[in-house]
Nanobody, 114 residues
Framework: QVQLVESGGGLVQAGGSLRLSCVAS????????MAWYRQAPGQQRELVSS???????NYAGSVKGRFTISRDNAKNTVYLQMNSLKPEDTAVYYC????????WGQGTQVTVSS
């Protein structure tokens, strides 16, 4: 079955940076739309950023200018570079792939201390 494995989460101070990675397997990655979502405690899962198979990107207003999504089709990997992190960015970050169906990773915790 399709597998999405996230990594790169952790604890960082406000103003710091992290880079999340998501490696996809058993999916036509090149033709898949990829995205990062996040879910904070007690809140709904929300879209952070997405990238189409053609490379078109989209960002939530709260992260625009601070986060950058990219993909490496040769490595079946999508990245989320997160700069100028804020405590309100604290959440579990999930990788999502859409190729006909929607698939989810297990999530990686990002904690930003003030």
């Amino acid at each position: 079955q399709v597998q999405l494995v996230e990594s790169g989460g952790g604890l960082v101070q406000a103003g710091g940076s992290l880079r999340l990675s998501c490696v996809a397997s058993r999916i036509n990655f090149r033709l898949s739309a990829m995205a990062w979502y996040r879910q904070a405690p007690g809140q709904q899962r929300e879209l952070v950023s997405s990238i189409t198979s053609g490379g078109t990107t989209n960002y939530a207003g709260s992260v625009k200018g601070r986060f950058t999504i990219s993909r490496d089709n040769a490595k079946n990997t999508v990245y989320l570079q997160m700069n100028s992190l804020k405590p309100e960015d604290t959440a579990v970050y999930y990788c999502n792939a859409v190729f006909g169906l929607s698939y989810w990773g297990q999530g990686t915790q990002v904690t930003v201390s003030s």
